[in-house]
């Protein structure tokens, strides 16, 4: 074999080792985003209760979120079939005056009949009664929800 052609089989090999290298990293980052959405989308999906599980009885329509403790106690909203971004945000459906709370601190969202919470990543937390949230978990009526010095609760 000529030094011609083993230089260019080298150089043939260089290049589909690059081309594998790169097929591979677009790849993971594909992956990664669509993980992401994924995580963020099914999020209530994986929470609700399992589909073997009996039937429990109905639930209480809540109507209303009350903040109960904090700088805004008192403050009511009225419960929409939309999400509510709950933080320090202007952009945030409640926005919250807490030292403690994030810009965009947690959101509270419908799915059936059923509300969840879910944190999104904020610095200090967000409580489902005393057990801090890794994952959106479902709300009942009553259940308090802290984030910060907020104490906030859904009601019928």
Same mark, same amino acid.
């Given at each position: 074999?000529?030094?011609?052609?083993?230089?260019?089989?080298?150089?043939?090999?260089?290049?589909?080792?690059w #081309? &594998?290298?790169?097929?591979?990293?677009? *790849?993971?980052?594909?992956?990664?985003?669509?993980?992401?959405? %994924? +995580?963020? !989308?099914?999020?209530?999906?994986?929470?609700?209760a399992?589909?073997?599980?009996?039937?429990?009885?109905?639930?209480?329509t809540?109507?209303?979120?009350?903040?109960?403790?904090g700088?805004?106690?008192?403050?009511?909203?009225?419960l929409?079939?939309?999400? #509510? &971004?709950?933080?320090?945000?202007?952009? *945030?459906?409640?926005v919250?005056?807490?030292?403690?709370?994030? %810009? +965009?601190? !947690?959101?509270?969202?419908?799915q059936?009949?059923?509300?969840?919470?879910?944190?999104?990543?904020?610095?200090?937390?967000?409580?489902?009664?005393?057990?801090?949230?890794?994952?959106a978990?479902?709300?009942?009526?009553?259940q308090?929800?802290?984030?910060?010095?907020t104490?906030?609760e859904?009601?019928?």
């Amino acid at each position: 074999m000529t030094e011609l052609a083993l230089t260019a089989l080298r150089l043939g090999f260089l290049i589909l080792l690059w #081309i &594998l290298i790169l097929s591979v990293l677009g *790849a993971l980052r594909r992956d990664l985003m669509i993980g992401k959405r %994924a +995580r963020t !989308a099914n999020a209530p999906a994986e929470a609700d209760a399992p589909a073997a599980a009996p039937q429990a009885p109905p639930r209480q329509t809540v109507h209303r979120l009350v903040l109960i403790e904090g700088p805004q106690s008192g403050t009511e909203v009225e419960l929409a079939a939309s999400p #509510i &971004l709950l933080g320090r945000a202007q952009e *945030a459906t409640l926005v919250l005056v807490d030292d403690y709370a994030s %810009a +965009r601190h !947690a959101r509270l969202f419908p799915q059936g009949s059923r509300w969840f919470i879910e944190d999104l990543g904020s610095t200090n937390g967000t409580y489902l009664g005393e057990s801090p949230l890794t994952r959106a978990q479902p709300v009942d009526p009553g259940q308090r929800i802290r984030i910060g010095k907020t104490v906030m609760e859904l009601r019928p």
